[in-house]
Each structure stands twice: as structure tokens, then as C-alpha cells.
């Protein structure tokens, strides 16, 4: 290409547009410092024209360009979603059914996080005190209600209470799908103290809320949007943002 042998801004800016067709900006940004720390004890200036203007212009030109990958964002969760999974049950639904409608009902209507009603994957992070106990559920005919463990930013260390209303006729009221799994809880398990039991007599933890809810929607679910599904319900209501927050 006739390029002189010496390193100048011209032919590092030429090298930066380059590669930048064929690889990550970032990437040629690292290929090309080793480049200049390799060229140096032959050509003292390159680390100069490294740092000129031209060549940071060419690598922040390119960035703009090629280094912004398309970002896949989550679908929140809807009602619609909500309904769709509900209408996908078994018409004689196991345990674990019941448990992961009444989990998901209850942390959407709540706006709790998935973390707050389910056992942590990694095993070291996980206590028993953060679970919710069977004992503090109170049911009524118009709500239910239940107290959420104490957590490290609770300075009182006494929890919080989580009332849910019900929502009758419905085919997503929290209620009527609490009380099925109850239930059905109080056969299997009569005896443990623990609200939220699998079929196996265990917490149900992250990853299988997770996969249960990817099963039914896709991965373009994920748990974090239990949360968010049921504040962007609320915001769609005309709830205001200060009862939500």
C-alpha cells in the first residue's frame, strides 16, 4: 500500500478503521498498544502517535459505529402472561404447580423480589432465618396476608408484612390460587414450617422458579421481572408512582 515503514497517526488510524471491520473496537484498542509496546525500542515516537488525537478520534469513531452490540431486553410480565400460564395448567395440577402459581401470583401482586421468596442457588448464601414461615400467613375473605423476613437493611430487624387483596371472579386472583396450594401443602407436608415447600420438602430456589417460568414463556423471561411486571401493571392502572415506589 506504499505506507511508510515508520509508525505514523495515519497509518495507526488506518490500522484502528481496519480491524474494527473484523474485530471488536476494544480489541484492536488492545492489539494495538501490544503493537506499539513491541515497536518501541525501534520506533520511540509510536507511543506518541498512539496517544495523538487522530488515532483516539478514528478508535471513538469506531466504537460509535460497530461497538455497540444490540442489547435484548427482558419482556416484562403482564396479566395476560399471568392468565396465559394459568390457562396452560393441567386440569388436576401436582404440588409443584400450585407452589409456582402461588408464588408467581403473590410476588407480582406484592411487587416483591424473586429473591425475597426464594432459596438463594449458591449454597453459601443461604439462611434460614430469610425464609417465611407458614405461621405468619393469615387468610381472610377480602386478602391475605404474611410476614417477609428481616434483611441487612432492616435497622429494626422485625420484617415486613406483605397483604395482598383478592381479586374475585378473576382467573389470577392470589387468593383462590393461595389457598388451593395451602391445601394441598397441609396434605403432603402437614408438619414443616416453611410457607413455600416443593414436591421434595425443600425451599423452592431461584433457578427452579426460573426454569419453571421459561418453560411456559420462553427465555425472554427472567425473575427479576416478577418485580417490575407488577409495578408497570400498577403504573398502567393510574396507580402513582409514590403508592408504588
Known amino acids: 500500500h506504499h505506507f511508510p515503514i515508520t509508525p505514523t497517526t495515519n497509518t495507526l488510524s488506518f490500522y484502528m478503521v481496519y480491524m474494527c471491520h473484523h474485530l471488536k473496537p476494544t480489541t484492536v484498542s488492545t492489539y494495538l498498544s501490544s503493537i506499539c509496546h513491541l515497536l518501541e525500542p525501534y520506533f520511540p515516537y509510536v507511543r506518541v502517535a498512539r496517544s495523538s488525537p487522530m488515532v483516539s478520534r478514528s478508535l471513538g469513531g469506531m ?20 392468565t396465559s400460564i394459568i390457562r396452560h395448567l393441567p386440569i388436576t395440577p401436582n404440588h409443584d404447580d400450585r407452589l409456582f402459581i402461588a408464588m408467581l401470583l403473590t410476588g407480582f401482586f406484592s411487587l416483591l423480589w424473586l429473591g ?12 434460614f432465618k430469610k425464609l417465611t414461615m407458614c405461621h405468619s400467613l393469615s387468610i381472610e375473605t377480602s386478602h391475605f396476608s404474611f410476614s417477609l423476613p428481616f434483611h441487612k437493611v432492616d435497622h429494626f430487624y422485625v420484617g415486613n408484612m406483605v397483604m395482598i387483596k383478592a381479586l374475585p371472579d378473576s382467573p389470577v386472583d392470589p387468593l383462590h390460587h393461595m389457598l388451593s396450594y395451602i391445601a394441598c401443602c397441609d396434605m403432603s407436608f402437614p408438619l414443616l414450617p416453611t410457607l413455600w415447600i416443593t414436591q421434595l420438602g425443600l425451599p423452592p430456589t431461584y433457578s427452579w422458579f426460573v426454569s419453571h417460568l421459561q418453560n411456559l414463556l420462553g427465555d425472554d423471561v427472567a425473575g427479576h421481572l416478577l418485580h417490575s411486571g407488577g409495578a408497570t401493571a400498577l403504573a398502567l392502572a393510574g396507580v402513582s408512582d409514590n403508592i408504588i415506589q
Open 63 to 82: 466504537k460509535k459505529l460497530r461497538g455497540l452490540q444490540p442489547t435484548r431486553c427482558k419482556c416484562a410480565l403482564s396479566r395476560e402472561d399471568l
Open 116 to 127: 425475597e421468596l426464594t432459596f438463594p442457588d449458591n449454597i453459601q448464601k443461604r439462611s
